[in-house]
T-cell receptor
Framework: EAEVAQSPRYKITEKSQAVAFWCDPI?????LYWYRQILGQGPELLVQ????????DSQLPKDRFSAERLKGVDSTLKIQPAELGDSAMYLC?????????FGPGTRLLVL | GQNIDQPTEMTATEGAIVQINCTYQ??????LFWYQQHAGEAPTFLSY????GLEEKGRFSSFLSRSKGYSYLLLKELQMKDSASYLC???????????FGKGTRLSVIA
């Protein structure tokens, strides 16, 4: 069964450092989403791609966060510099229709 | 605005039935999703309702009433492995992001 891949699974960093997360969506899925989930909350959208184009990045803190999907397949989410409040689970999801399928997530801890 | 409400926590006994309710308010509506999320793991898809009524899938069923902005997830013959958070999420339209509730943490006890 096809799955969304993410790496790394866990990342510990110090504040002010740069971190990057990678996502490989299910093959053929044109739509890719990055969500952030704080403990005890539901996921909240950071950025949505349709192929290589950004569709919605209204909730992305653009002063420190960036995302790209250059060839319309895999995607990278970067944080620079990381802050303590960025500690969370970062989830990637992809879809070809209504249903979104999630990757295993990257759990980030900023010290 | 957009708002999804669901209970924060529920406890049920192994072998029993539990119903997790969800109410939603969205500007548009293209379906209601339920996801299961075990601690430290990613959400996994359980069900999608876009028409009124009950959808049954094994031990899990999901109900939708569009006129009432209401859905529930019904879990039968509860097992210990069903202990998880259950996320209700609404799709506003087309390929838009899901709007998630905060999740209901279900504890199944012996």
């Amino acid at each position: 069964e096809a799955e969304v891949a993410q790496s790394p699974r866990y990342k510990i960093t110090e504040k002010s450092q740069a971190v990057a997360f990678w996502c490989d969506p299910i093959s053929g899925h044109a739509t890719l989403y990055w969500y952030r989930q704080i403990l005890g909350q539901g996921p909240e959208l950071l950025v949505q791609f349709q192929d290589e184009s950004v569709v919605d990045d209204s909730q992305l803190p653009k002063d420190r966060f960036s995302a790209e999907r250059l060839k319309g397949v895999d995607s990278t989410l970067k944080i620079q510099p990381a802050e303590l409040g960025d500690s969370a689970m970062y989830l990637c999801a992809s879809s070809s229709g209504e249903t979104q399928y999630f990757g295993p997530g990257t759990r980030l801890l900023v010290l | 605005g957009q708002n999804i409400d669901q209970p924060t926590e529920m406890t049920a006994t192994e072998g029993a039935i539990v119903q997790i309710n969800c109410t939603y308010q969205t500007s548009g509506f293209n379906g209601l999703f339920w996801y299961q999320q075990h601690a430290g793991e990613a959400p996994t898809f359980l069900s999608y309702n876009v028409l009124d009524g009950l959808e049954e899938k094994g031990r899990f069923s999901s109900f939708l009433s569009r006129s009432k902005g209401y859905s529930y997830l019904l879990l039968k013959e509860l097992q210990m492995k069903d202990s998880a958070s259950y996320l209700c999420a609404a799709l506003d339209s087309g390929n838009t992001p899901l709007v998630f509730g905060k999740g209901t943490r279900l504890s199944v006890i012996a």
